[in-house]
Protein backbone atom coordinates (compact mmCIF):
# COMPACT_ATOMS: atom_id res chain seq x y z
CA UNK A 1 0.00 0.00 0.00
CA UNK A 2 1.80 3.38 -0.54
CA UNK A 3 1.45 6.68 -0.06
CA UNK A 4 -1.69 8.72 -0.78
CA UNK A 5 -1.91 12.25 -2.19
CA UNK A 6 -4.04 14.40 -4.13
CA UNK A 7 -3.09 13.59 -7.32
CA UNK A 8 -1.82 10.51 -7.27
CA UNK A 9 1.79 10.91 -7.31
CA UNK A 10 4.07 13.06 -5.17
CA UNK A 11 4.32 16.47 -7.20
CA UNK A 12 1.62 14.96 -10.26
CA UNK A 13 3.86 13.58 -12.43
CA UNK A 14 3.50 9.82 -13.00
CA UNK A 15 5.03 6.64 -13.30
CA UNK A 16 4.97 2.98 -14.42
CA UNK A 17 6.81 1.70 -10.99
CA UNK A 18 4.98 0.05 -8.28
CA UNK A 19 4.36 2.08 -5.98
CA UNK A 20 5.37 0.40 -2.79
CA UNK A 21 8.03 1.78 0.23
CA UNK A 22 10.82 1.70 -1.51
CA UNK A 23 9.07 4.07 -4.58
CA UNK A 24 7.82 6.54 -2.07
CA UNK A 25 10.56 6.78 0.06
CA UNK A 26 12.81 7.73 -3.24
CA UNK A 27 9.95 9.75 -4.72
CA UNK A 28 9.40 12.08 -1.30
CA UNK A 29 13.02 12.08 -1.24
CA UNK A 30 13.37 13.94 -4.62
CA UNK A 31 9.89 15.84 -4.17
CA UNK A 32 11.56 17.39 -0.73
CA UNK A 33 14.48 18.39 -1.32
CA UNK A 34 13.65 20.06 -4.83
CA UNK A 35 9.78 21.31 -4.63
CA UNK A 36 9.63 21.53 -0.47
CA UNK A 37 8.22 25.37 -0.54
CA UNK A 38 5.88 24.05 -3.34
CA UNK A 39 4.36 21.26 -1.49
CA UNK A 40 3.69 23.56 1.15
CA UNK A 41 1.54 25.62 -0.30
CA UNK A 42 -0.48 22.97 -2.10
CA UNK A 43 -4.32 23.30 -0.96
CA UNK A 44 -5.92 20.75 1.10
CA UNK A 45 -7.88 18.80 -1.04
CA UNK A 46 -11.22 19.94 -2.18
CA UNK A 47 -13.53 17.06 -1.25
CA UNK A 48 -12.42 16.92 1.84
CA UNK A 49 -12.88 20.66 2.80
CA UNK A 50 -16.57 20.37 0.83
CA UNK A 51 -17.24 17.41 3.25
CA UNK A 52 -15.57 18.18 6.50
CA UNK A 53 -16.96 22.38 6.60
CA UNK A 54 -20.05 21.27 7.92
CA UNK A 55 -19.01 19.16 10.52
CA UNK A 56 -18.37 19.84 14.11
CA UNK A 57 -15.06 19.25 14.79
CA UNK A 58 -13.97 15.89 16.30
CA UNK A 59 -11.63 12.63 15.68
CA UNK A 60 -10.43 12.53 12.67
CA UNK A 61 -8.17 9.82 10.94
CA UNK A 62 -6.14 10.85 7.18
CA UNK A 63 -5.37 7.58 5.61
CA UNK A 64 -2.59 7.68 3.38
CA UNK A 65 -1.66 11.72 4.56
CA UNK A 66 1.55 12.11 2.16
CA UNK A 67 3.27 15.17 3.45
CA UNK A 68 -0.20 16.02 5.83
CA UNK A 69 -1.43 19.06 3.82
CA UNK A 70 -5.01 17.60 4.84
CA UNK A 71 -4.44 16.41 8.57
CA UNK A 72 -2.88 19.71 8.89
CA UNK A 73 -5.82 21.64 7.75
CA UNK A 74 -8.31 19.58 10.02
CA UNK A 75 -6.09 20.21 13.18
CA UNK A 76 -6.16 23.46 12.53
CA UNK A 77 -9.67 23.67 12.76
CA UNK A 78 -10.36 21.86 16.04
CA UNK A 79 -9.86 18.64 14.67
CA UNK A 80 -7.70 15.77 16.54
CA UNK A 81 -6.17 13.71 13.84
CA UNK A 82 -4.26 10.78 13.69
CA UNK A 83 -2.43 11.20 10.24
CA UNK A 84 -1.16 7.70 8.57
CA UNK A 85 1.88 6.84 5.97
CA UNK A 86 4.11 4.21 5.10
CA UNK A 87 6.67 6.67 3.76
CA UNK A 88 9.84 6.74 5.98
CA UNK A 89 9.69 9.06 8.85
CA UNK A 90 12.37 11.16 7.32
CA UNK A 91 10.81 11.60 4.78
CA UNK A 92 6.52 13.01 4.28
CA UNK A 93 6.10 12.33 7.85
CA UNK A 94 8.69 14.36 9.81
CA UNK A 95 7.97 17.12 7.07
CA UNK A 96 4.18 17.43 8.05
CA UNK A 97 5.59 16.95 11.72
CA UNK A 98 7.64 19.68 11.26
CA UNK A 99 5.17 22.01 9.35
CA UNK A 100 2.81 21.25 12.07
CA UNK A 101 5.52 22.82 14.96
CA UNK A 102 5.40 25.48 12.83
CA UNK A 103 2.10 26.32 13.41
CA UNK A 104 2.48 26.04 17.24
CA UNK A 105 1.76 23.82 20.33
CA UNK A 106 -2.23 24.10 19.62
CA UNK A 107 -2.05 22.23 16.27
CA UNK A 108 0.61 20.26 16.82
CA UNK A 109 -0.67 18.85 19.95
CA UNK A 110 -3.83 17.84 18.14
CA UNK A 111 -1.56 15.74 15.53
CA UNK A 112 -0.66 11.87 16.02
CA UNK A 113 1.85 10.89 13.30
CA UNK A 114 1.55 7.48 12.37
CA UNK A 115 4.04 5.38 10.20
CA UNK A 116 1.63 2.19 8.77
CA UNK A 117 0.96 0.42 5.86
CA UNK A 118 -2.37 0.86 5.02
CA UNK A 119 -2.44 -2.63 3.07
CA UNK A 120 -2.45 -4.11 6.47
CA UNK A 121 -3.03 -1.46 9.04
CA UNK A 122 -6.39 -1.09 11.12
CA UNK A 123 -7.68 1.86 13.25
CA UNK A 124 -9.12 1.33 16.64
CA UNK A 125 -12.91 0.38 15.86
CA UNK A 126 -15.68 2.62 16.28
CA UNK A 127 -13.05 5.57 16.67
CA UNK A 128 -12.97 8.29 14.54
CA UNK A 129 -15.61 11.20 13.69
CA UNK A 130 -14.53 10.99 10.05
CA UNK A 131 -12.04 9.12 8.17
CA UNK A 132 -10.30 10.29 4.94
CA UNK A 133 -8.12 8.85 2.38
CA UNK A 134 -7.48 10.08 -1.08
CA UNK A 135 -5.54 8.58 -3.95
CA UNK A 136 -4.40 5.54 -1.77
CA UNK A 137 -2.52 3.22 -4.59
CA UNK A 138 -3.79 -0.34 -2.73
CA UNK A 139 -1.76 -3.90 -3.87
CA UNK A 140 -4.35 -5.90 -2.12
CA UNK A 141 -8.25 -5.79 -2.68
CA UNK A 142 -9.61 -2.48 -2.62
CA UNK A 143 -12.94 -3.73 -0.89
CA UNK A 144 -10.63 -5.13 1.89
CA UNK A 145 -8.86 -1.66 2.74
CA UNK A 146 -12.03 -0.01 2.67
CA UNK A 147 -13.68 -2.50 5.13
CA UNK A 148 -10.99 -1.61 7.23
CA UNK A 149 -11.17 1.96 7.64
CA UNK A 150 -14.96 2.01 7.50
CA UNK A 151 -14.10 -0.07 10.92
CA UNK A 152 -12.61 3.08 12.68
CA UNK A 153 -16.32 5.12 12.37
CA UNK A 154 -18.04 5.68 15.40
CA UNK A 155 -21.63 5.90 14.78
CA UNK A 156 -22.92 9.08 13.37
CA UNK A 157 -19.43 9.52 11.70
CA UNK A 158 -18.16 10.23 7.78
CA UNK A 159 -15.97 8.01 5.90
CA UNK A 160 -14.50 10.10 2.54
CA UNK A 161 -12.56 7.98 -0.32
CA UNK A 162 -11.55 9.74 -3.40
CA UNK A 163 -9.28 7.59 -6.14
CA UNK A 164 -7.65 8.26 -9.37
CA UNK A 165 -9.46 6.40 -12.02
CA UNK A 166 -7.54 4.74 -14.92
CA UNK A 167 -10.32 4.77 -17.78
CA UNK A 168 -12.51 7.57 -18.53
CA UNK A 169 -16.09 6.30 -17.17
CA UNK A 170 -17.35 8.35 -20.23
CA UNK A 171 -15.49 7.22 -23.06
CA UNK A 172 -13.36 4.17 -21.61
CA UNK A 173 -10.02 5.69 -23.18
CA UNK A 174 -7.41 5.72 -20.88
CA UNK A 175 -6.16 8.47 -18.06
CA UNK A 176 -3.44 9.86 -16.99
CA UNK A 177 -3.86 7.17 -14.06
CA UNK A 178 -3.67 4.22 -16.38
CA UNK A 179 -0.01 3.68 -16.02
CA UNK A 180 -0.01 3.06 -12.37
CA UNK A 181 0.59 -0.53 -11.50
CA UNK A 182 -1.64 -0.66 -8.47
CA UNK A 183 -5.39 0.30 -8.42
CA UNK A 184 -7.07 3.38 -6.59
CA UNK A 185 -10.35 3.57 -5.05
CA UNK A 186 -13.84 3.04 -7.21
CA UNK A 187 -17.76 3.63 -6.48
CA UNK A 188 -18.04 0.17 -7.02
CA UNK A 189 -15.67 -1.66 -4.81
CA UNK A 190 -16.31 1.16 -2.15
CA UNK A 191 -19.98 0.87 -1.96
CA UNK A 192 -19.97 -3.07 -2.21
CA UNK A 193 -18.54 -3.59 1.18
CA UNK A 194 -20.98 -0.71 2.73
CA UNK A 195 -23.65 -2.52 4.21
CA UNK A 196 -26.68 -0.39 3.58
CA UNK A 197 -28.33 -1.85 7.23
CA UNK A 198 -25.27 0.22 8.92
CA UNK A 199 -24.40 2.93 6.18
CA UNK A 200 -26.05 6.04 4.06
CA UNK A 201 -23.75 6.68 0.89
CA UNK A 202 -24.17 10.23 0.38
CA UNK A 203 -22.13 10.05 -2.51
CA UNK A 204 -20.86 7.73 -5.03
CA UNK A 205 -19.85 8.92 -8.24
CA UNK A 206 -17.05 9.36 -10.73
CA UNK A 207 -16.41 13.19 -11.04
CA UNK A 208 -14.44 14.78 -13.66
CA UNK A 209 -11.45 16.45 -12.66
CA UNK A 210 -11.15 20.19 -12.60
CA UNK A 211 -8.50 20.29 -14.93
CA UNK A 212 -9.64 19.44 -18.49
CA UNK A 213 -7.88 16.11 -19.96
CA UNK A 214 -6.58 15.08 -16.47
CA UNK A 215 -8.72 12.15 -15.80
CA UNK A 216 -11.57 11.70 -13.29
CA UNK A 217 -12.48 10.74 -9.57
CA UNK A 218 -14.22 7.99 -7.91
CA UNK A 219 -15.83 9.98 -4.88
CA UNK A 220 -17.42 8.09 -2.11
CA UNK A 221 -18.78 9.98 1.03
CA UNK A 222 -20.92 7.33 3.46
CA UNK A 223 -22.44 8.19 6.59
CA UNK A 224 -22.35 5.41 9.34
CA UNK A 225 -26.05 5.10 11.00
CA UNK A 226 -26.29 5.57 14.80
Not at 79 to 107: C, K, M, N, Y
Not at 154 to 183: E, K, R, S
Not at 205 to 224: H, K, L, P, T, Y
Request: aromatic share 6%.
Amino acid sequence: MASGERDGSADGEQSAARFDRDFWDGRWSEVLREHAAQIAQRPPNAYLTAVAGGLAPGRALDAGCGNGTEALWLAARGWRVTAVDFSAPALALAHGRSIAEGLGSDVAGRLEWVEGDLGLWTPAADHYDLVSSHYVHVAGAVGDMVARLASGLAPGGTLLLVGHLPIDPLTGAQTPAADQVQVQVTVEDAVAVLDASRWVVSIGENRARAVAGSGFDAVICAQRRA
